[in-house]
């Protein structure tokens, strides 16, 4: 079988798996990491967003033959790292706005916010409501504005 090597959560690792196989089925079932979670397998609810070189990515829309050997994935498991923390900015302000009802797409909801914020300040700009407007992932409990709010307070957060 093959072997595709990349690097996650800090670390590189190989994994023997056909090249056709979706990235978040090595996470999940040959690497362990159940932070990404499977929606709908399309990249279209993104509860399986995680960052790819530091941009948000759908991992379930993605074959691990894509990836090379120093492809940086990060998933929830690693955000804190990214950091030097035992959390996130970003997740300490999703637990202090207490977001999570559920909790099934608060991996992939805060994995898209950080990006965003990165993707704004990498534009030379703090986020804006209009940036919220873009982001797309689906909440089944519908916590939208406790999510709008906990960004924009994850964001004040980010150095």
């Known amino acids: ?9 800090g670390k590189a690792v ?7 196989v979706r990235l978040l089925w090595v996470l999940r079932d040959v690497l362990g990491v159940t932070g990404p ?10 509860a399986c967003t995680s960052h790819l070189n530091g941009k948000a990515f759908t991992p379930c829309a993605v074959p691990v033959e894509d990836l090379a050997p120093n492809d940086e994935v990060t998933t929830i498991e ?15 302000a999703w637990l202090d706005l207490d977001v999570a009802q559920c909790g099934y797409c608060q991996p992939g909801q805060i994995m898209t916010a950080v990006a965003e914020v990165r993707r704004a300040r990498e534009a030379g700009r703090e986020i804006t409501e209009a940036d919220l407007d873009t982001i797309r992932n689906i909440c089944r409990c519908g916590t939208y504005h406790r999510i709008r709010q906990a960004v924009l307070d994850g964001a004040r957060r980010m150095t």
């Open 37 to 46: 979670k499977y929606g709908c397998g399309v990249g279209v609810c993104r």
């Open 1 to 9: 079988m093959p072997q595709h090597t990349f690097i996650l959560n």
């Open 14 to 20: 190989t994994a023997d798996v056909e090249g056709d």
């Open 78 to 92: 690693g955000l804190p790292d990214t950091v030097g923390s035992d959390l996130h900015p970003m997740q300490e």
